[in-house]
């Protein structure tokens, strides 16, 4: 039901933006959250979006270089990502949450299949 894309190869300093489709359901009134991980590691938040758009949270190690939106009408996030570094590198997942707490960093409710983001030095 979400479905990420946008992934691939980008050198250093480079950018990408990922987008999360969603189908079966319409996620408009849900938070949406970007997250990534590494092989051997544990999934890490990245950046979240409020239903309506208003509000946006992001992780220390992104604040300034990624930026977190979404379009309703098409049921769609994305996250575009500028000033890549190699340790951005990793599977990049999007995920819903009915939740309403804030900041959104955990209790997702639907995960979509990842996209492998990765940067070259």
């Known amino acids: 039901q979400l479905q990420a894309s946008g992934g691939g190869l980008v050198q250093d300093g480079g950018s990408l933006r990922l987008s999360c489709a969603a189908s079966?359901?319409?996620?408009?009134?849900?938070?949406m959250g970007w997250f990534r991980q590494v092989p051997g590691k544990e999934r890490e938040f990245v950046a979240a979006i409020r239903w309506s758009g208003t509000y946006t949270y992001y992780a220390d190690s992104v604040k300034g270089r990624f930026t977190i939106s979404r379009d309703n009408a098409n049921n769609t996030v994305y996250l575009q990502m500028n000033s890549l570094k190699p340790e951005d590198t990793a599977v990049y997942y999007c995920?819903?949450?009915?939740?309403?707490?804030?900041?959104?960093?955990?209790?997702?409710?639907?995960w979509g299949q990842g996209t492998l983001v990765t940067v070259s030095s």
């Open positions: 079966g359901r319409t996620f408009s009134s849900y938070s």
């Open positions: 995920a819903a949450r009915t939740s309403t707490t804030w900041p959104p960093r955990g209790n997702y409710d639907y």
